[in-house]
């Protein structure tokens, strides 16, 4: 039998077709086993770094301010002196009151012995009952004008040492609102502000709802006090400190149906410095950062890969492989999960063969080749659990 080039062309193209409709074996997908897996359960939402201390100073006297002794920006100690007012007329003041109280103590001593003469002489005929009542009168007006005179010295003493401003707790100070020179008095306003630097606050508001999860998460492991804060900064790295929860407050916002808690973090210095240089810390008053409520002992929980789950408008499935190979949809319920693990709250038994791999050859019903999965890559550490953001 003779063929023409276009016969065997033809020839050539209905083999190729029919191989191509030739039956082939059952896909092949790679499959894991459902097992209890140690799990850190973790929760994450959006907070702001606080301090613990803030303090706006402030003039309490009106004067000249002669000097600023700081430098802005750097961390001062508690008692450090950090502006000096004009002091003369308020020296002058004190030795004023000085003076007077030495006046009314000498005035009152004479009282005093005018006091005794007059008692004395009331036992014999030349006493009069009514000189000792003077007597007592008068020494009794003088002792309170040395009370008030007294008064008056502590009064300018105080006003005096108002005039050297210093600081009353340990932080970081701000820029100087107020420049030497300038006359300063208690209503100038703020010169400058004192922020403490370690530890720090971070305050963070999560729902109401998941308030009553976690406390009932942990309720026979201390409540909140079961868990571990962490710090994930802008840049993604995890801050090296942990935290805890040290206040949750009583009521719920009306408008955003959140809860605010507040954890305490140590905040030490990244690099040394010296007194007077700038002290380098991570934490900033004001930063925003993610929180991580992580809980302090992993829990047992049904695991799977999380690639291994699917979504669609019903919500999460996966793909199970039966003792017979064929392929089933589940529909399954999500528990805490990581970025690594899924954990099923629901849906899914220990044991079963899920599909993690050629998942998009795998079709509900069909026959399919299973074989072990291909282990992935070692997880970096406890992930966070997408859905516990605020």
Known sequence: MRFNGLSLVFL?????????????????????????????????????????????????????????????????????????????????????????????????????????????????????????????????????????????????????DYTEIRAPVSGKISRTNITSGNVVSPGSGVLATIVSQDPMYILFPIS?????????????????????????????????????????????????????????????????????QQIERTLIDGAFVSVVVEGIQPVMALGIPRKAVLSDQQGDYVYVVGADDKVELRRIQLGQSTPETAVVAGGLKDGEMVVTEGVQRARPGIQVSPGPAAPGPASPGPGVNGSGKS
């Open 12 to 160: 050539l193209a209905a083999v190729s077709v029919a191989r191509a409709q030739m039956p082939g074996g059952p896909p092949s997908v790679g499959v894991v086993r459902a097992q209890q897996t140690a799990i850190t359960e973790t929760s994450e939402f959006v907070g702001r770094v606080q301090s613990i201390e803030r303090v706006s100073l402030t003039a309490r006297v009106t004067a000249f301010l002669d000097q600023r002794l700081f430098t802005e920006g750097t961390e001062v100690k508690q008692g450090d002196l950090l502006y000096r007012l004009e002091r003369g007329p308020f020296e002058a003041a004190v030795r004023q009151q000085e003076a007077a109280v030495a006046d009314a103590t000498a005035r009152l001593a004479n009282a005093n012995i005018q006091l005794a003469r007059a008692q004395s002489l009331l036992a014999t005929p030349a006493g009069q009952r009514s000189n000792v009542d003077d007597a007592i009168a008068n020494q009794r007006s003088l002792a309170a004008q040395v009370a008030s005179a007294q008064a008056q010295l502590q009064l300018a003493q105080i006003n005096l």
């Open 208 to 276: 109401a709802r998941s308030l009553t999860e976690l406390r009932k998460r942990y309720e026979n492991k201390g409540g909140t006090n079961a868990v571990v804060v962490k710090l994930r900064m802008p840049d993604g790295t995890l801050y090296p400190h942990d935290g805890k929860i040290d206040y949750v407050e009583p009521t719920v916002s009306p408008t955003t149906d959140t809860v605010l808690l507040r954890a305490t973090i140590a905040n030490p210095t990244s690099a040394g410095a010296a007194a007077g």
